[in-house]
Nanobody, 124 residues
């Protein structure tokens, strides 16, 4: 079992930055890929960025590429999402998720573990 705990959300003005953090706690034998998702009111939860915990690679959805960047600290089982040039439409609940070898990277059902989410609010 793995427990994911997000932190780092908050309120920021448009153009600002935030860094989200996700800590993975527990036995991670069935996890090798961690990702960040976002859910905004009235929309489905969408995948933003993901990273293989083994260091094989990372991926960013085109909608946030160039503004958001995923990284990790393998020694501390932490995954981060650096968000720059934030826009009001980035407002939402951000979730950390973990799984093993996802076939469809942004398909929600592929993910076994989810965090409780952290709120990001960007004001204009």
């Amino acid at each position: 079992q793995v427990r994911l705990v997000e932190s780092g959300g908050g309120s920021v003005q448009a153009g600002g930055s935030l860094r989200l953090a996700c800590g993975a706690h527990g036995n991670a034998d069935d996890v090798n890929f961690m990702a960040w998702f976002r859910q905004t009111p009235g929309k489905e939860r969408e995948g933003l960025a993901g990273i293989y915990t083994s260091g094989e690679g990372s991926y960013h959805d085109p909608s946030v590429a160039g503004r958001f960047s995923i990284s990790q600290d393998i020694d501390t089982n932490m995954v981060y999402l650096q968000m720059n040039k934030l826009k009001p439409e980035d407002t939402g609940m951000y979730y950390c998720a973990a799984t093993l070898n996802p076939r469809l990277r942004w398909q929600l059902a592929q993910y076994k573990y989810w965090g409780q989410g952290t709120q990001v609010t960007v004001s204009s």
